[in-house]
């Protein structure tokens, strides 16, 4: 059956905000650090959308939402570092995911080519230049173009990863729950 536009706009379900959350808990995806250095030095908060779009050229996409403190201020700087946390990683996860603390408190880091941060240890991390913006509801849809990349010899260890509310570790398909 095809759906025409005028049938889609005419059907507009209400949703509970809380369920509809719980509902895409149920979507397994991992953590990362989206990091910049603006004018106070390192900034960074904690994002779990975030996804590869295409290769040529080479983008990714991650999303914030629009009352993010420090989103704007790494828009300014037009460049960001994607951060893929590791499976030990799940405090520094938490570290930037609060609000009015130092966020880089205990945290080893290096800088990109570019200078934006890089967090020892992740899973691997990638160096990008804004591409294109689009505002999406509550959230910015963010798209960069990775300019470097961390090297094959970086990625050592497993995911972060975030299901059902909860941080999750990988397990091979043979290992038994």
Not at 119 to 135: P, V
Not at 138 to 145: L, N, Q, S, T
């Amino acid at each position: 059956m095809t759906i025409t536009l005028d049938q889609k706009t005419a059907y507009e379900p209400v949703f509970d905000p809380r369920v509809f959350r719980d509902t895409l808990g149920h979507y397994a995806s991992g953590i990362t650090i989206i990091s910049g250095i603006g004018e106070g030095g390192a900034i960074g908060f904690t994002c779990q959308s975030f996804y590869s779009v295409s290769t040529e050229p080479p983008l990714v996409s991650f999303s914030v939402m629009t009352n993010s403190t420090t989103y704007p201020r790494l828009r300014e700087t037009g460049k960001f570092a994607v951060n893929v946390l590791a499976h030990d990683q799940d405090t520094v996860s938490n570290q930037f995911a609060r609000k009015g603390t130092d966020k880089w408190a205990g945290i080893n880091w290096s800088r990109t080519n570019a200078g934006n941060p890089v967090i020892a240890d992740t899973l691997m991390w990638l160096d990008c230049d804004i591409w294109a913006e689009h505002e999406a509801g509550d959230h910015y849809i963010v798209i960069g173009r990775v300019n470097e990349m961390s090297p094959a010899t970086w990625h050592k260890e497993e995911p972060l990863l975030y299901f059902k509310g909860r941080y999750r570790h990988l397990r091979g398909i043979d290992d038994k729950v």
